[in-house]
């Protein structure tokens, strides 16, 4: 490629951390007894039970979006909730973007979405590649400290703030680590095999070919996001590539854990906020081989700072067994009030899926909104059926005018909020609540939506989704 010239690149990034921060010294504390657990210091960030790959992938979308409208979607994640269902789709419909725009999930390997990256750089058109985990790991396995949930995202197009001037790919079947259907939490080999050969093989040789290709040198690059096979391996990495810039995957994983296939487009994020124009970043994703990617700064890249932010807003968490019950290592007997079914039908989803994951409601012709749309309007001076214009609810800034915590309605991580909630246009809606913090919710707090499971069948594995009201502000965490 060699000092492209051109401007297509990154223009926009989104980057999305759940709520929930375990203390990992509380992991420590709890398998004392064991000598198992991993890494003991910082945070592993632990989504909600309410969440998945999808709702944090779409998160960081909505971020990465806000002055884009792609033309296609790239969905990218380890730990898909569905094997036989289109995620990308899903995704599109959350965003309310339009049917017509193409959708692809990738799969397969934690670098599965820099090589989406890769060849939406390469190709045409706006893109969205969008990533999200929630990876299943066992207790006691360094893993289950050491890996984290979250979502990213990056928005491709042909006028961007970060260029792509250089690339090189390494396709290898390296198995440091797998999952299947038959063993669907990781299995590791041996960490020695693994520092002595990934970077030697896999890693240095690819970093290199990249700037060869982009006509740098290791001390061109000032800002890296160079995701480890293992914690601690940058110092390794460093030595063998020559390249001392900060390494802004490291300080991910120490602050919120490994994002997996989420993890290089949020390291990005973190270097584009830290980079100026003029300034050489470094991209390189690993699994299955090597992807690296390298960009000049140009301008500015909406979103990054956001994502930077997300890093310390949060609520640090040191209840070892709430985490298992999360994580879902520990399935909790709930009592008969949790033994009921909460079956979806494909019919109801074809006819209201796409305004229930989109929340799109509908204005009347007197311009009052309500959510769901009915073919007469709630309007008490409605007198028969009228056209409704389409209003996307999901942006709409919103307060609470009143609220419920119920210990009796089931919900694994009590207590159940909800509440009526007022919408800046009009819109009056019953939801639920979620990512309370410490003070809870009381009527008249400003909340903004975030797009959740709404119900899961765990005879049928399958899940369907909604928007619930969260606080506008998330609490600072005190470090």
């Known amino acids: 490629m060699g000092q492209n010239t051109g401007k297509r690149g990154i223009a926009s990034v989104g ?17 004392q007894f064991s000598g198992l657990g991993g890494r003991n210091t910082g945070y592993r960030t632990t989504a909600g039970w309410d969440e998945d790959a999808l709702t944090m992938a779409a998160e960081a979308s909505r971020h990465a979006t806000s002055t884009v409208a792609p ?37 397969g390997n934690r670098r599965c979405a820099v090589s989406a990256l890769l060849d939406a750089l390469l190709g045409q058109g706006d893109t969205l590649i969008a990533s999200g985990e929630k990876r299943p790991v066992r207790a006691g396995s360094a893993f289950h400290t050491a890996w984290g949930d979250g979502g990213s995202a990056a928005v491709v197009t042909d006028d961007a703030g970060a260029a792509l001037i250089g690339y090189a790919s390494l396709a290898r ?3 440091d680590l797998y999952s299947s259907r038959e063993h669907p939490t990781p299995y590791a080999y041996e960490e020695r095999f693994v520092k002595e050969t990934a970077t030697r093989d896999v890693i240095a040789p690819t970093i290199k070919a990249a700037l060869a290709d982009a006509g740098v040198t290791s001390a061109d690059i000032t800002h890296a996001a160079i995701c480890e096979p293992l914690p601690g391996m940058w110092r390794d990495i460093s030595k063998a590539t020559g390249i001392t810039a900060p390494n802004h995957a490291s300080d991910l994983s120490a602050a919120a854990g490994d994002l997996g296939a989420a993890h290089p ?6 270097a584009l906020d830290a980079a100026q124009p003029g300034d050489i970043i470094l991209l390189a994703g690993f699994g299955s081989g090597c992807d690296t990617l390298i960009f000049k700064m140009i301008g500015s890249v909406a979103g990054a700072e956001k994502a930077r932010a997300a890093l310390t807003q949060g609520l640090i968490f040191a209840d070892y067994v709430r985490f298992l019950s999360l994580t879902g290592t520990i399935d909790l007997d709930w009592g008969v009030r949790s033994e009921f079914e909460q ?26 909104v309500q959510f769901p749309k009915s073919r007469i309007p709630v309007r008490p001076d409605a007198d028969g059926p009228e056209p409704m214009e389409d209003v996307r609810l999901a942006d709409v800034p919103a307060k609470l005018v009143s609220v419920t915590a119920d210990r009796l309605n089931f919900t694994p991580d009590p207590p159940f909020w ?62």
Request: aromatic share 10%; with cysteine; charged share 25%.
């Open 173 to 175: 079947d390296y198995v």
């Open 265 to 270: 487009l949020f390291a990005l994020a973190l």
């Open 71 to 107: 033309t296609r979607i790239c969905f990218a994640s380890t730990s898909s909730p569905f094997i036989e269902r289109g995620h990308a789709s899903m995704l599109l419909e959350a965003l309310a973007l339009p049917a017509t725009a193409r959708t692809i999930d990738v799969s």
């Open 15 to 31: 980057g999305y951390l759940p709520l929930l921060r375990l203390d990992r010294s509380a992991a420590s504390k709890g398998l």
């Open 418 to 479: 909800f509440g009526l909630v007022q919408f800046e246009n009009g819109a009056r809606v019953m939801m639920e609540f979620t990512d309370a913090d410490a003070d809870g919710f009381k009527v008249g707090d400003s909340v903004s939506m975030r797009l959740r499971i709404k119900s899961y069948d765990k005879k049928l594995g399958f899940r369907t989704y909604f928007w619930k009201a969260v606080p506008a502000l998330r609490p600072k965490m005190e470090l």
């Open 343 to 368: 079956k979806a039908q494909a019919t109801v989803l074809e006819r209201y899926g796409r305004d229930m994951i989109g929340f799109i409601g509908g204005r009347d012709t007197k311009g009052n």
